[in-house]
């Protein structure tokens, strides 16, 4: 595949992310080249995450818009990955006819031999089996491949320095939203001992920042040579690692936060304080609904024993406005929940039905869009200015922040973590930008605080993966603004 120039676009969460570092691996391994510029690609692949709708009308939109670039270069391959692929399956094809190949999450290995078939003019597709009720089995050989890409592959993470790592896959929740259950199947926690070795390696290669990855990562659970592991335990061993500075996991579910983890905060320095734990709404009835299981009064239970254990840990959310059924007082409570426990940031998404899941099959989408639209803003005000006064109350503080690289935004309010925005992947667009002053060397640098908060200030670029001090000079709802502390 010496011929091959392929550019990924993705969208989604840290997990598809992950998949393209996957991806890129395994493309790398047949020879293919990965280009940050889709106009050199001759194969455009779309790793896309199924979970709201508007993540995936990007998706077929830009693919349509694609039709004239195909008609001038017949060559050219379409492939359409990751959570869409294995939800339409074979039907992907029908809904956008240019794609050429679909590929399953956990089919990230086949890529190499169905591009070839592709590129001989056969439309190619992998994916994984169906779930059933009964069970769970057949996810056995694409989890052992995908290991052998995870182990195998090269620091190159999220930002430099910065490695994501999968303890668990799949998941059994069924919250009665989501498509995660059907399209990555049952949850499978990967032994301790094989992610100990990933995150050492990557502690080899450089990285000081590590983030474990599981759609309910504190669901985590495995057994190795008669002894039983759970999430604490493994951050506790993760934290081991030589050159480790921080140590993040995500996403957390409000029903498997305990005691042991909530210690974690207080007894792995490592550990960020810093934990996203979904409550998707504030009203008991909306959650029942929602299959949850837990109420509003357990979720705050399960924040003040993680403030308990360490009083500064920033708590962030998601929350789903406008799921069926919801009514005023409901959205009232939800509001009500972010007033009292003052999330650190949340994402606020519109509900909207997803083909195979229970809300779909059972519930009417009976909230009027504008009305979803309008619960959406105040509710992202309400949080916003929550996070504007606890940001201005950092003003004047030195935090220390770990450098992802060049702001993308440069000067502006920056929501970096947008779900429904394509990242290329690299990030080769963004590439280092220049202050107007003409400072030489001196770029627009962004970084996290150990509460994840974003924060910008002007720095050589190479400072990129290292943890700087910074003083806060200034605050928005999304971004700290700072100066770099030198010494002397
Ligand atoms: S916990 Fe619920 S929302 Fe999260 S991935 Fe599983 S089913 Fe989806």
Not at 68 to 87: N, Y
Not at 326 to 344: G, K, N, Q, W, Y
Not at 433 to 454: D, F, K, W, Y
């Amino acid at each position: 595949m010496n011929d091959v120039r392929a550019h990924l676009t993705v969208y989604g969460c840290q997990m598809n992310r992950l998949d393209a570092e996957l991806v890129a691996e395994r493309l790398r391994r047949s020879g293919a080249r990965i280009v940050a510029d889709s106009a050199a690609a001759n194969v455009l692949l779309f790793l896309t995450c199924s979970v709201r709708a508007h993540a995936e009308d990007r998706l077929f939109s830009n693919i349509g818009a694609l039709g004239a670039r195909k008609r001038r270069e017949p060559d050219l391959v379409i492939g359409v990955l990751g959570c869409t692929a294995q939800q339409y399956g074979e039907d992907l094809r029908r809904k956008a006819p240019l794609v050429d190949v679909v590929c399953g999450p956990g089919r990230l290995a086949d890529l190499p031999a169905l591009l070839e078939r592709a590129r001989r003019g056969q439309p190619a597709a992998a994916l994984d089996p169906r779930r059933t009720p009964a069970g769970a089995g057949g996810f056995d050989a694409s989890d052992r491949a995908l290991d052998d890409l995870e182990l195998g592959r090269p620091l190159g993470g999220p930002s430099p320095g910065h490695a994501y790592v999968t303890v668990m896959r799949g998941c059994d929740n069924f919250c009665a939203y989501c498509v995660v259950p059907q399209v990555r199947g049952p949850e499978r926690s990967r032994p301790p001992s094989v992610v100990l070795a990933e995150v050492c390696g990557l502690g080899d290669a450089g990285a000081r920042r590590v983030t474990l990855l599981g759609q309910a990562v504190n669901k985590y659970e495995a057994e190795e040579n008669g002894r039983r592991w759970d999430l604490a335990d493994l951050l506790a061993a993760t934290a081991e690692m030589p050159g480790l500075a921080r140590l993040e996991f995500i996403t957390n579910h409000p029903r498997h936060v305990t005691e042991r983890l909530a210690a974690v905060f207080r007894d792995v320095p490592a550990v960020a304080p810093y934990l996203h734990m979904p409550a998707q709404a504030g009203s008991d009835a909306v959650l029942a609904r929602m299959k949850r299981g837990y109420t509003a009064r357990e979720y705050e239970g399960r924040v003040a024993m993680i403030r308990q254990a360490r009083p500064d840990v920033a708590v962030a959310s998601d929350f789903i406005v406008g799921f069926p059924g919801e009514t005023e007082a409901d959205f009232d409570a939800t509001c009500d929940m972010v007033r009292r426990l003052r999330f650190s940031g949340a994402f606020v998404f519109k509900y909207s039905p997803r083909p195979g899941t229970y809300a779909a099959a059972h519930y009417e989408d009976d909230v009027p869009a504008r009305e979803k639209r309008r619960r959406n803003q105040v509710l992202l005000d309400l949080v916003q200015g929550i996070a504007l006064e606890d940001n201005r109350a950092l003003v004047g503080k030195t935090v220390p922040a770990f450098v992802e690289g060049p702001s993308p935004h440069p000067h502006l309010d920056v929501d970096a973590e947008e779900p429904a925005r394509g990242e290329d992947f690299p990030r080769g667009p963004y590439g280092p930008r220049r202050r107007a002053e003409g400072n030489s060397g001196v770029v627009q640098l962004r970084a996290r605080t150990p509460h994840n908060r974003i924060v910008v200030f002007d720095g050589p670029a190479d400072l990129a993966g290292c943890i700087v001090p910074v003083r806060i000079v200034r605050a928005s709802a999304l971004t700290l603004f700072g100066e770099r502390v030198t010494a002397g």
